[in-house]
């Protein structure tokens, strides 16, 4: 039996290094840059060597160990792919203590490699992968009653990622209604108070929830970062069903996937946690298609091919996606040429979703960045900076730069389609193209940086 566990486990984890090695190789032979924009967050403060303040919202103490090396670029590759060959590991033996089939285990784990928002997590240097590592080490510890080690272990969840307190609740809940109660009351009482709580201090959730919103968001087949698979997703709904009425049925477990929804509304990366759960399920109904009697066995096995085909599709599809995510070389070059033609306090007007990459190679102060964006009450720069990309009226404009003190504006291709603005000569890049104030500096690539002057006598 213990052979055939260690067998399981180093087949799931030469799967994890072939996905994983994959996508890196696929990266680099388009693009050296690290991928996705939110990355150049934490390689700031890696360059600055700071970051760290456990009450600080999207501190990282990773971010001032790696500081400290030598080759940060590369550590920022090493350290999530070595986490995610820990976590299948830690995930493999989490599952052994609750599901009792071992072809569903394996399955199981499967799926979990398989799905976008494990790759995610472990391709991509986030704030996500360590603190992951150490949930998942308190809830081994804690499936094996050592509460101690276990408690340790949440606790150090906290100083890496401070934000990740409601899934250590949202764990305590369930495991205290499992451990220690038949009573569902309390547990869901906290599991409904922990959730308001997490929403409120949170800023409003303000896009509409619509059928386009959960597709482009949830599911990675339709666009989206950290999501499901279409075909993941649907299967562990059917697991939903299928164990409804079984012994298998656990109302605790339905409550925390209600309450990881809402949450990832306003904390969008808790989707990763909500998929781990989705993956049980998933594994469950996979195993009960697999046992069910079909009056045709060739059909059966033609469901299950297809089932198997579309867990595969789903992950390759996203994996070639996310080869291609920004930034490109071309952006990263202009801000380096930029930044010898600058002082370090001087201000660019882009896209919110730029800040972060603008800090890292400028040096520049970015108007608006993608924290100020998630975390601002009021948004108001937001409103501010999407009123002046969308105005032709140029005393506004002329204001709003004196005013705000802007001495660039930075804009790359993806704003020129469809990010910002739709057609050539929309809003203000009419205003660009034909006012003295506004003088082109540099156009390489789909790449355009625009210095204003102020002309006032």
């Known amino acids: 039996m213990r052979q055939n566990k260690t067998h399981q486990i180093l087949v799931l984890l030469i799967i994890c290094v072939a996905i994983l090695s994959f996508f890196h190789v696929l990266r680099l032979t388009k693009n050296t840059a690290l991928p996705t924009y939110d990355v150049y967050y934490h390689l700031n403060k890696i360059k600055s060597g700071t970051g760290f303040n456990l009450l600080k919202e999207n501190s990282y103490l990773l971010d001032v160990i790696i500081s400290k090396s030598n080759n940060q670029v590369f550590f920022m590759r090493l350290l999530p792919f070595i986490a995610g060959l820990l976590n299948i590991c830690l995930i493999y033996l989490i599952l052994g203590k609750i599901v009792k089939n071992e072809k569903q285990r394996f399955i199981t784990s499967l799926i979990v490699i398989l799905s976008p928002s494990f790759i995610y997590v472990h391709s991509v240097y986030n704030n996500l992968f360590l603190p992951l590592s150490f949930i998942l080490l308190g809830t081994l510890f804690m499936l094996k009653d050592k509460y101690f080690y276990s408690m340790l272990s949440l606790f150090v ?44 201090i949170n ?6 929830l619509s059928i386009y919103f959960l597709l482009t968001k ?41 309450a990881l929804f809402i949450c990832s509304l306003y904390e969008h990366s808790f989707v990763v946690f909500l998929d781990l759960i989705l993956a049980y399920y998933s594994g469950y109904a996979f195993i009960k298609i697999w046992k069910s009697k079909w009056q045709s066995k060739t059909l059966k096995n033609y469901v299950m091919l297809l089932i198997l085909c579309g867990l595969i599709f789903s992950s ?19 801000l380096v040429w930029l930044k010898d033609k600058i002082k370090p306090d001087t201000k660019i007007l882009s896209h919110y979703e730029y800040g972060y990459l603008i800090k890292t190679f400028s040096g520049a102060t970015p108007y608006t960045d993608k924290t100020y964006f998630l975390r601002s009450k009021d948004k108001l720069k937001i409103k501010l900076s999407n009123d002046v990309f969308a105005s032709r009226n140029l005393k506004k404009i002329l204001d709003f730069f004196n005013k705000e003190k802007i001495e660039y504006v930075w804009i790359n291709q993806a704003m020129k389609n ?16 034909n006012s003295p104030n506004f003088e082109r500096q540099y156009d390489y690539f789909g790449i355009e940086i625009w210095k204003y002057k102020d002309l006032r006598i």
């Open 157 to 200: 969840v906290l100083v890496f990622n401070l934000s990740l307190f409601i899934i250590i609740l949202l764990l305590l809940f369930v495991f205290y209604e499992k451990l220690k109660s038949k009573n569902l009351f309390l547990p869901v009482l906290g599991i409904v108070l922990v959730s308001y709580v997490f929403t409120t």
């Open 203 to 208: 800023p409003g959730f303000t896009q509409p």
């Open 316 to 334: 390759g599809s996203y994996l070639n996606e996310m080869s291609k995510v920004g930034p490109k070389q071309s952006e990263i070059l202009s």
């Open 418 to 433: 469809g990010q910002v603005w739709n057609r050539e000569e929309e809003g203000i890049l009419l205003i660009l193209e």
């Open 218 to 258: 949830y599911v990675s087949d339709f666009g989206a970062l950290i999501g499901f698979g279409f075909f993941n997703l649907a299967l562990a709904v059917l697991g939903i069903f299928l164990s409804w009425n079984e012994k298998v049925k656990n109302a605790i477990i339905y409550y925390t996937l209600i």
